[in-house]
């Protein structure tokens, strides 16, 4: 599938995930690193041994431990990546599954596949290695159906205020006074009802607690 691979990821369990698939995959020629900073190094190296590498796999977050680095987070990591190599193939192996997120990393970065890390985070590996080894973008499956329903509702500036009042413990019935402070219209608990009642079921939920899980998951709050 590809020659050459570069892993950064700072922990080991899910570096045996890592490694488990790419060996299932009959790939042996992996580098791995632990720092953002060691993983620029080793592709500015790379190209500079006309011995580029082919793909690389990275981790979203980096716990600090003491250790003066440059780039700490991966999509740092991507973008420098991108500047030195544009073509290199980029998988990304994170346990965020926020589709705003995602759907940044797609559009803004151009990464290849995403795979979260979750059960059977292997087997999904082992998929994404495949699909983009055939040119192909690759979205792990228990995200699939996120995204989806996080395109299903068009969210309005004033749906987003209301919800971030209910995510920051505001009873319902507080929140005309909070509107009513702000300027914002319509300010009314009818108008506040409805608008809620419309979401909820426009996403099929029945209650505020759901849909402000729901929007913090989906990156909208």
Do not use: W
């Not at 705003?100 to 596949?113: G, M, Q, R, S, V």
């Amino acid at each position: 599938m590809f020659e050459r691979v570069l892993i950064a990821e700072d922990h080991e369990s899910s570096n045996i995930s890592v490694r488990k698939a790419l060996e299932d995959c009959g790939m042996a020629n992996n580098d791995y690193v632990f720092y953002c900073d060691d993983a620029i190094l080793r592709i500015r190296q790379a190209i500079k041994n006309e011995s580029s590498y082919d793909l690389l796999i990275t981790d979203l977050s980096f716990d600090e431990d003491g250790t003066p680095q440059k780039i700490t987070n991966g999509i740092d990591l991507i973008k420098a990546a991108r500047e030195i190599q544009p073509g290199i193939n980029i998988l990304v192996f994170s346990v965020d599954g926020k589709p705003a997120t995602i759907d940044y990393l797609f559009k803004e970065l151009a990464i290849n596949a995403f795979v979260r890390k979750a059960r059977r985070d292997v087997t999904e590996l082992k998929l994404a290695l495949e699909a983009v080894s055939k040119r192909r973008k690759y979205l792990s499956t228990g995200l699939r159906q996120t995204i989806k329903e996080s395109n299903t509702y068009d969210f309005k500036d004033y749906d987003i205020i209301l919800i971030k009042q209910l995510a920051k413990g505001m009873l319902q019935k507080d929140i005309p006074q909070y509107l009513q402070q702000h300027d914002i219209s319509p300010s009314g608990l009818s108008s506040i009802e409805k608008r809620l009642n419309h979401i909820r079921e426009s996403l099929s939920f029945t209650k505020n607690e759901q849909l402000v899980a729901f929007c913090k998951d989906v990156g909208v709050i």
